[in-house]
């Protein structure tokens, strides 16, 4: 399999589709445990959390929520699949993830990779040290 890497030198925030392009190619090297549930994951960047969001998590300022999973279905009511597919979404916010750029000077790759192991994990039922371990893992000739 050839190796690709993306390098990208800003010297303006990355646009909405530089982020797609980067979490695609991140998605692509997340632990076996991830990528064994995410099959057919859709990404998309939006710049903040809609008011609908907001409303439905409670948020007191959109900047508050970085990455969000959607499930796309329910196999019964009240009862989702621990699988992802084609309908399944990962929905990345652009301007909260500038910010948390800006304000802890990460590598926008490496931190990028965390909140979507976060998010994921999260969602999939990972224990906390589990996260934890795979997001300090450097992955599959990543990094």
């Known amino acids: 399999m050839e190796r690709q890497d993306i390098i ?8 909405a589709d ?11 090297h997340m632990p076996e445990e991830i990528l064994e549930l995410c099959e057919d994951l859709a990404i998309r960047i939006d710049d903040l959390a ?5 409303s439905e998590l409670e ?7 970085i ?9 019964a009511p ?3 699949r621990k699988v992802a597919n084609d309908d399944d979404l990962l929905v990345i916010f652009r301007r909260p993830l500038l910010d948390l750029w800006c304000e802890t000077a990460e590598d926008l790759n490496v931190l990028l990779r965390q909140v979507m192991i976060e ?15 795979m997001s300090q893992r450097h992955y599959q000739g990543l990094f």
Do not use: H, W
């Open 8 to 15: 990208m030198s800003f010297s303006t925030p990355p646009s």
């Open 18 to 28: 530089d982020l797609e392009a980067m979490a695609k190619s991140i998605l692509t």
């Open 50 to 54: 809609d008011e609908m969001i907001e």
């Open 59 to 65: 948020l007191d300022d959109p900047f508050e929520l």
């Open 67 to 75: 990455c969000l999973y959607r499930s796309g279905s329910e196999i």
């Open 78 to 80: 009240g009862v989702t």
């Open 119 to 133: 998010e994921l994990g999260q969602n999939f039922d990972f224990s906390e040290d589990e996260i934890s371990e």
